[in-house]
T-cell receptor
Framework: KAGVTQTPRYLIKTRGQQVTLSCSPI?????VSWYQQTPGQGLQFLFE???????NKGNFPGRFSGRQFSNSRSEMNVSTLELGDSALYLC??????????????FGEGSWLTVV | AQKVTQAQTEISVVEKEDVTLDCVYE???????LFWYKQPPSGELVFLIR??????QNEISGRYSWNFQKSTSSFNFTITASQVVDSAVYFC??????????FGAGTTVTVRA
């Protein structure tokens, strides 16, 4: 069974550019969430999507956005990149939002460097 | 306020020693879930265990064991007879009603041969 797949794995962008990261959840999983990991702030929740609707959003500026498609695949976008956006971006999926179905599995992440 | 506290920043042991990682959480919800993840240098967060707030039964899985105590809001993790491959950063996380994970700062475990 394939795990959570994230693309691209590594990318370098210039300040001011935008970036789109992609995530394919485990087959049958309907909830997709995104996390940012930096040495200074640790792992922080960005947002969660379920059935193509954003259900929850973390404390990040509006430059960070996302969406989920009907096949549960998700993308996140960061516009007007800043140096501080350099981070590991992790996508996670779970079968459901609660109860016994909410074991949360993570992908390998996308390493973003902003120069 | 920090919802998940991992007081140990780094632990270094010699192979075959036991390692216990501490995790203390804070929540007002009666239904919540606790997780442990392992993060090797590659970056992926590897799921180890999930416990819900109604299940205080402790568990042993191979060399891993977990001790969940609601009375002290702790969810500790032990690696028995550690191996070099256990070297990684270990994260404890809490999921409450909003279904998002709040992570601790992580504990770096180094197992020396």
């Amino acid at each position: 069974k394939a795990g959570v797949t994230q693309t691209p794995r590594y990318l370098i962008k210039t300040r001011g550019q935008q970036v789109t990261l992609s995530c394919s959840p485990i087959s049958g999983h309907r909830s997709v969430s995104w996390y940012q990991q930096t040495p200074g702030q640790g792992l922080q929740f960005l947002f969660e999507y379920f059935s193509e609707t954003q259900r929850n959003k973390g404390n990040f500026p509006g430059r960070f956005s996302g969406r989920q498609f009907s096949n549960s695949r998700s993308e996140m976008n960061v516009s007007t990149l800043e140096l501080g956006d350099s981070a590991l971006y992790l996508c996670a999926s779970s079968k459901d939002r609660g109860g016994s179905g909410n074991t949360i599995y993570f992908g390998e992440g996308s390493w973003l460097t902003v120069v | 306020a920090q919802k998940v506290t991992q007081a140990q920043t780094e632990i270094s042991v010699v192979e075959k020693e036991d390692v216990t990682l501490d995790c203390v959480y804070e929540t007002r919800d009666t239904t919540y879930y606790l997780f442990w993840y392992k993060q090797p240098p590659s970056g992926e967060l590897v799921f180890l265990i999930r416990r819900n707030s109604f299940d205080e039964q402790n568990e042993i899985s191979g060399r891993y064991s977990w001790n969940f105590q609601k009375s002290t809001s702790s969810f500790n993790f032990t690696i028995t007879a550690s191996q070099v491959v256990d070297s990684a950063v270990y994260f404890c996380a809490l999921s409450e009603a909003e279904y998002k994970l709040s992570f601790g700062a992580g504990t770096t475990v180094t197992v020396r041969a």
